[in-house]
């Protein structure tokens, strides 16, 4: 009989050890040696490469400790985003909003829930991780072994596996539109500042979880700033075709 675990994915004895395993393998499959495989993005510089790493390991997949620290303002995030009303609450009416931020305000708001929606995307991930490793039959080899994480991935259902590959790739593409980005941006700031005149209808999480969002959004972008439109096109695909064949090679390699 499997077993399996209902409690918050954050509070399972392995899980600190489940990041640390996938925060090695999305190192080593972004590793200089692992590129070597794919000749047609060698163009694009390692310092570059290393700050997107770093943008994953910051927002996505965290250290333990930190990530303890964001996980409620991720559950206010994941509040905003599965319940939209939230933010019209704050906003008024569609017609006082787009003269406020402009025509294209209901893209911008979309276009803002849908980037904040891979980290929702992200966590159902690792709970399907965190499931897997509890029904192996020794969690010790997989979390102490290379290949570990490969062989817990090729058990992920391809359809869970495409809706994260696809988010993280809508994230980043959002990240490379300027211009929409300062509007999302300037749309949560905005939302941020009315939430402090209603204490008793958002609590000091909603604020975090909307200044989380803020944070990411301008990280995310501050990196994009620093590349040419082609680069930001080789790195779309990149992540893409890299996660991809990730995900196909170890169902290769693992899949019974």
Request: glycine share 4%; with cysteine; net charge neutral.
């Amino acid at each position: 009989m499997q077993k399996s675990f209902k409690k918050k994915v954050t509070d399972h004895p392995l899980f600190s050890r489940l990041i640390e395993s996938y925060q090695q393998s999305l190192v080593r499959r972004y590793s200089k040696d692992a590129l070597e495989m794919y000749p047609k993005f060698q163009s694009i510089k390692r310092e570059k490469i290393d700050s997107l790493i770093q943008f994953f390991l910051d927002h996505l997949y965290p250290k333990y400790e930190e990530r303890l620290v964001l996980d409620r303002a991720f559950d206010s995030l994941a509040g905003f985003v599965n319940n939209p009303s939230k933010i019209w609450g704050i906003l008024g009416n569609l017609a006082m909003s787009i003269f406020r931020f402009g025509k294209h305000f209901p893209i911008a708001l979309k276009a803002g829930l849908s980037a904040l929606h891979s980290y929702i995307t992200a966590h159902q991930f690792e709970e399907s991780l965190v499931s897997e490793l509890s029904n192996s039959l020794n969690p010790d080899e997989i979390l102490n072994t290379p290949e570990g994480m490969e062989r817990l991935i090729a058990k992920i259902p391809k359809e869970k596996a495409d809706a994260f590959r696809k988010d993280i790739g809508s994230l980043f593409k959002i990240f490379s539109d300027e211009e929409l980005v300062k509007k999302i941006i300037l749309i949560m700031e905005d939302i941020l500042v009315r939430m402090a005149g209603k204490t008793s209808v958002y609590t000091e999480d909603d604020k975090r979880g909307i200044g989380l969002g803020i944070q990411i959004l301008k990280e995310g972008r501050d990196i994009f700033d620093h590349l040419s439109k082609e680069e930001i096109n080789l790195i779309l695909q990149a992540i893409d075709e890299i996660e991809r064949d990730f995900y196909l090679k170890a169902c290769e390699r693992y899949s019974k």
